[in-house]
């Protein structure tokens, strides 16, 4: 019994011949020979002794009086029995390949908590593929031989009621499925539901119940609580609702692996050892990259590629950036398939287009959730009442993150494109979107779109030909198009080419999104219709006007023409009132701004760097006083003058005229920016010869720069009041004469750079 207590060794019971009482009490025959073996022994050991028993009668044992017909049955039984425990309890090697395994008990093992009596559920979760079960599974073989009974129950993903079945047969099978794992014993037949519970609730228990997805398997398991001190109860699910609703808060969430250790998983499978082979290394990190880390995809296509020369992995690897592996698409889309249809219909919007719109989301607050209902309003609102809660749907089941560097897992967007592709195989433009280059080729050059297409995703550099001409009539049939995007952001890299040698005699009149990279057109089609627009993204365009007139823009939130070097000139804007974010960086021929800018009270950011010939702001400008946070016109070189309504701008947080070579002096109303303004850039502003002195007001700036200001000759004392300053940057400044004492003032300074200043006594 000491080498059970000190070393967790096992007790076999067999009671041979003996009333298990007698040993318990140490009465009748058993108790009169222990008494003859006390003789001449010791108070301590014959203590020992009589606890050793007393203990050894409170475990469930064998009696050879009733157990068995004859000692030849008794011998071959026990034999088995101990057999089969000392299989069970061999040293696992389980931690053995399982790269990163470690670090995972020991998270699951503070949940656990071994060393206490209380009865706890613990929760594992996370997305199909990611780990759940094998963490499970090692934690079951490692702990299992401490409680009395123990078992490992899947669910698997073909789980289903039996026809015809309530919640009542389905928990009866549940609980007798549980039972007979318990005890080996496939003929247990379970008559009424709790019967699992009432049998157990004296027992030290481990249950990990695994792959969990619907409420009906926990309701139906003995609840931790009820059963014997010690007990565990150990849930897998990608669910988090589940959870949830079961009061289970003490959850393991399984993250991915980082990049090291997804790489040594791979190798692991493909090379038997956790690095590449010689040559393989690229090959190797691409591969890993592109089953995104998932464990599950790690392994299945490590074991694909095992064993093939380097000229078939580069021969193989085309297809799998495009697509998934059979054995992981089967296990993801159950995940799918178990989903409401309208939250399915919006996993396929984020599958194949929205997922890059959004991911860089860092948590679902209530901007994210304002930016989400305007993205979604229109494309989804038809068929999904509330988008919110499906995005919750989603996440509860590990279906999307909301870390900050993704929003759905890679595994998980190419699930979707292919379920979409699936759709119509020969023919692509009866899909709901069209994601792969060559069906988009296809579709736009033949004019084969129809009325199903509700988005187009278009990358450029996927392109198999070097250019394709479209049709003046590709959008003509998509009158249902909300969601277009060509990005050709590495088109002059890869000598890609879109022509529009006929032009465009549409755009299709219910779009949403229109992100058009290197957009070839001069204009917008006469006929385009702006009423349902939130973004405008014409980077790089040839556009040289958007369109005559006043076009309803009410839904626009965010205009983005930057490096349209052809742009003359901006539309009237007065309508687009919902208005966030207008970039025009690198438009090098627009020479003026509407006033109507200033009608655009909702702007919170403000780009207009690089636009060379620009000269005025229109003093409209100091309308945007409520949400304004970031105004930008370095680069400006023929600006003369920054009007002094600029002062209204309360809220601005980043102020940058860098480079505005023109500008001769700041308006003494920039002082009035003491609440929010954090940084100040007015680098390479070579006119301007003094600082004023009211910029000593603004007691939030931490960045301050003025350097390149080669004829400014004077600092006011006045900087001293800057005691947030971190970032003091006056390089360059080669007429400066000298520095105020006040300069001392700046406790909070870290760098203050002074190269340059050649004229500093």
């Known amino acids: 019994m000491n080498c059970k207590r000190v070393l967790g ?78 299989i069970g309890s061999t040293p696992s090697n389980d931690l053995q390949g399982l790269i990163g395994m470690g670090a995972h008990m020991e998270k699951m093992k503070e949940l656990i908590c071994l060393g206490s009596d209380e009865r706890r559920t613990i929760g594992i979760w996370g997305m199909s593929g990611i780990g759940k079960t094998t963490i499970a599974r090692v934690v079951y073989n490692q702990i299992s031989d401490g409680f009395q009974l123990s078992v490992f129950m899947t669910f698997k993903p073909s789980y289903a009621r039996p026809i015809c079945s309530d919640d009542h047969d389905v928990k009866l099978q549940l609980e007798q499925q549980l039972l007979s794992q318990l005890t080996n014993q496939e003929d247990i037949k379970v008559r009424h539901l709790g019967t699992a519970q009432n049998l157990l609730m004296d027992k030290k228990v481990l249950i990990v119940l695994d792959g969990v997805d619907q409420s009906v398997q926990l309701l139906a398991m003995p609840k931790a609580r009820c059963l014997g001190p010690g007990t565990r109860v150990i849930v897998t699910t990608q669910d988090q609702k589940l959870l949830n609703a079961f009061e289970i808060k003490d959850v393991y969430k399984v993250d991915f692996p980082p990049p090291d250790e997804a790489l040594q998983i791979f190798c692991m499978n493909a090379f038997g050892q956790d690095s590449p082979y010689d040559g393989f290394e690229k090959l190797a990190m691409e591969v890993t990259i592109l089953a995104g880390f998932l464990p599950l995809g790690l392994r299945v296509m490590g074991s694909y590629f095992r ?33 409401p249809d309208e939250v399915k219909y919006l996993f396929l919007h984020l599958a194949c287009f929205l997922n890059e719109e959004i991911h860089f989301v860092i948590k679902f607050d209530e901007e994210f959730e304002e930016d989400i209902k305007g993205i979604f309003n ?21 279906l999307i993150s909301n870390e900050e560097f993704y929003l759905m897992h890679n595994l998980l967007v190419q699930l979707g494109r292919e379920i979409v592709r699936k759709q119509s195989t020969d023919d692509p433009g009866k899909r709901q979107f069209l994601v792969d280059a060559t069906d988009i080729c296809e579709v736009l050059t033949d004019n084969t779109g129809s009325k199903s297409v509700i988005g187009i995703n278009f990358d450029f550099s996927m392109m198999i030909e070097d250019e394709i001409n479209i049709s003046e009539r590709a959008f003509e049939e998509m009158s249902n198009l909300q969601l277009l995007r060509f990005s050709g952001g590495d088109m002059f890299q890869t000598h890609k080419r879109l022509y529009l040698p006929q032009g465009l005699n549409n755009l299709p009149p219910k779009l949403r999104i229109l992100s058009w990279d290197h957009f070839p057109m001069t204009c917008f089609p006469c ?104 105004l930008n016109f370095s680069g400006c070189s023929n600006l003369v003058e920054i009007p002094s309504s600029i002062g209204n ?113």
């Open 307 to 339: 064993g093939m020369s380097k000229q078939d992995w580069k021969a193989e690897l085309p297809r799998l950036r495009i697509g998934l592996d059979g054995e992981i698409e089967s296990i993801l889309k159950f995940s799918y398939d178990a989903l």
């Open 527 to 630: 006929n385009f219709n702006t009423k349902f627009l939130v973004k405008i993204i014409m980077k790089h365009s040839k556009l040289e006007i958007l369109w005559e007139g006043i076009q309803p823009l009410r839904n626009l939130v965010q205009l983005n023409l930057s490096y349209s070097t052809n742009l003359k000139e901006l539309p009237e804007l007065s309508t687009a009132t919902s208005l966030k974010r207008l970039k025009l960086e690198g438009c090098s021929n627009l020479v003026e701004l509407p006033s109507s800018i200033g009608n655009l009270i909702h702007l919170w950011e403000l780009n207009f760097s690089g636009c060379s010939k620009l000269v005025e702001i229109p003093s409209s400008i100091g309308n945007l006083i409520h949400h304004l946070l970031v």
């Open 378 to 398: 229109d494309t989804v609102g038809h068929k999904f009442s509330d988008v919110l809660h499906g995005f919750r749907i989603l996440h509860q089941r590990s």
């Open 649 to 761: 701008l309360i809220h601005l947080e980043e102020l940058n005229f860098s480079g505005c070579s023109k500008l001769v002096e700041i308006p003494s109303s920039i002082g009035n920016l003491i609440h929010h303004l954090g940084e100040l850039n007015f680098s390479g502003c070579s006119n301007l010869v003094e600082l004023p002195s009211y910029i000593g007001n603004l007691i939030h700036l931490w960045e301050l720069n003025f350097s390149g200001c080669s004829n400014m000759v004077e600092i006011p004392s006045s900087i001293g009041n800057l005691i947030h300053l971190w970032d003091l940057n006056i390089s360059g400044c080669s007429s400066l004469l000298e520095l105020p004492s006040s300069i001392g003032n700046l406790i909070q300074l870290l760098d203050l750079n002074i190269s340059g200043c050649s004229s500093l006594l």
């Open 9 to 86: 060794q096992t007790v076999f019971v067999i009671f041979y011949e003996v009333d298990p009482s007698h040993v318990k009490k140490l009465t009748g025959e058993f108790g009169a020979v222990f008494e003859k073996t006390c003789k001449g022994k010791t108070k301590e050991d014959i203590g020992k002794w009589k606890q050793a028993f007393a203990d050894v009668a409170t475990i469930a044992g064998y009696d050879s009086r009733i157990n068995w017909e004859n000692e030849a049955v008794m011998i071959e039984e026990i034999v088995t029995e101990i057999s089969k425990r000392l």
